[in-house]
């Protein structure tokens, strides 16, 4: 496999895994233990590398919907499977198990803390607050390592198809 691709990979299971595991630190009582800079980070950066692999599909002739990304899925390696399935069941496990407080978004201000619903604000304690904000970060980064794990598999099916049609090219070289 190119350099290229197994960087791309590697990349993209990295990433899922630093999401993942800040998704998992957000069932931790108590404050925060991922700045939140650093989980909107994750998220922002799922969209070049998602984009990337979209790319390399393309480039490759692969089509990422329909029946043929469900045999895309089908022909991963076996080993990228366990990884990226893994990772996203993990993720999807752990925002099932974080109580998601009900309310709307955190806000802090110089006057308290409070949850903000369509412009209503209404007054929390800071405990409720710092639950509303680790219920965000575990939202945006759950998707995030989801989105990563699918990165690392459309690479792979991208690799798959460019060497397929290679192989098709030097067989049709030998035969001329």
């Known amino acids: 496999m190119p350099t290229s691709y197994k960087v791309h990979m590697g990349v993209s299971l990295s990433l899922s895994g630093l999401a993942?595991?800040?998704?998992?630190?957000?069932?931790?009582p108590g404050t925060p233990v991922v700045?939140?800079?650093?989980?909107f980070t994750l998220f922002g950066l799922m969209f070049p590398v998602l984009g990337s692999a979209v790319l390399r599909c393309r480039r490759a002739g692969v089509r990422t919907q329909g029946q043929e990304?469900?045999?895309l899925l089908w022909h991963t390696p076996r080993w990228l499977k366990l990884a990226a399935g893994g990772l996203a069941l993990g993720v999807v496990l752990c925002l099932a198990l974080g109580a998601d407080p009900a309310g709307g978004q955190p806000e802090r201000t110089a006057e308290g803390y409070?949850?903000?619903?369509?412009?209503?604000?209404?007054?929390?304690?800071?405990?409720?607050?710092?639950?509303?904000?680790?219920?965000?970060?575990?939202?945006?980064?759950a998707g995030a390592a989801?989105?990563?794990a699918l990165s690392?598999?459309?690479?792979a099916a991208a690799f798959r198809a460019e060497e397929e049609a290679l192989a098709r090219w030097r067989e049709a070289r030998h035969d001329a």
């Open 69 to 71: 990304f469900l045999d």
């Open 146 to 148: 989801c989105v990563f």
């Open 152 to 155: 690392a598999v459309l690479v």
């Open 114 to 141: 409070y949850l903000n619903d369509r412009g209503v604000r209404e007054p929390v304690s800071r405990d409720t607050y710092e639950s509303a904000v680790k219920a965000v970060v575990r939202e945006f980064d």
């Open 20 to 28: 993942a595991i800040a998704v998992a630190l957000t069932l931790l």
């Open 35 to 39: 700045p939140e800079a650093a989980a």
